[in-house]
């Protein structure tokens, strides 16, 4: 049972342009959000997190919004550059339950000069 | 300072066969888990060990088994393998237990082909 979901496999932007990244959970339980950004040949890499008590949490280009009545949370990338390019994982865990990170399936980002 | 390190890169196992992964941790880091990554979908938690100690198993056959020894490095074994075991096994540290929402640091993988 997939707990977090990205509906879009693909996202192509053009450099500079903003790149929006979606994820949808079911388990309301959730409390905590991470994006993980990933090369081919290299593990995931953190980019960055959000408390279920915040709605934004802002680090340079990237911005992450969490809309809790929604369940849904978007990565926005502002301006995208070419070295944005990878796949990107939404992550969601319950703070309770240890450090199990559920993971969405990952949407392939491909910015374009 | 080295990230994680997971050994061996890429790994050809028949049906039935045994495997042994490796893991080793950033220096410091106290906590290990490993999550399998099928072609196509995220990566998915197989088991965490923080201190030695099994802290979270996920949802895999009893066939999945791990361990955690006093320099904090880890291994994971799997028995008995399976076609469906082909896929990328990612081990992630950190420097406590999790508990505080700190973030993983995730090595580059294993890549697994059972034939």
């Known amino acids: 049972d997939q707990q977090v979901k990205q509906n879009s496999p693909s996202l192509s932007v053009q450099e500079g342009r903003i790149s929006i990244l979606n994820c949808d959970y079911t388990?309301?339980?959730?409390?905590?959000f991470l994006w993980y950004k990933k090369y081919p040949a290299e593990g995931p890499t953190f980019l960055i997190s959000?408390?279920?008590?915040?709605d934004k949490n802002e680090d340079g280009r990237f911005t992450v919004f969490l809309n809790k009545s929604a369940k849904h949370l978007s990565l926005h990338i502002v301006p995208s550059q070419p070295g944005d390019s990878a796949v990107y994982f939404c992550?969601?865990?319950?703070?309770?339950?240890?450090?199990?990170?559920?993971f969405g399936k990952g949407t392939s980002l491909l910015v374009t000069p | 300072d080295a990230g994680v390190t997971q050994s061996p890169t890429h790994l050809i196992k028949t049906r039935g066969q045994q495997v042994t992964l490796r893991c080793s941790p950033i220096?410091?880091?106290?906590?290990v888990s490993w999550y399998q990554q099928v072609l196509g979908q995220g990566p998915q938690f197989i088991f965490q060990?923080?201190?030695?100690?099994?802290?979270g198993r996920g949802n895999f056959p009893d066939r999945f088994s791990a361990r955690q020894f006093p320099n904090y490095s880890s291994e994971l074994n799997v028995n008995a393998l399976l076609l469906g075991d082909s896929a990328l096994y990612l081990c992630?540290?950190?420097?406590?237990?999790?508990?505080?929402?700190?973030?993983?640091?995730f090595g580059s993988g294993t890549q697994l082909s059972v034939l």
């Open positions: 992630a540290s950190s420097l406590l237990e999790g508990w505080m929402n700190e973030k993983l640091f």
């Open positions: 388990n309301s339980m959730f409390d905590y």
């Open positions: 959000i408390s279920s008590i915040k």
């Open positions: 992550a969601a865990r319950v703070t309770n339950s240890g450090y199990a990170l559920n």
């Open positions: 220096s410091g880091h106290k906590s």
């Open positions: 060990y923080y201190e030695k100690e099994e802290r």
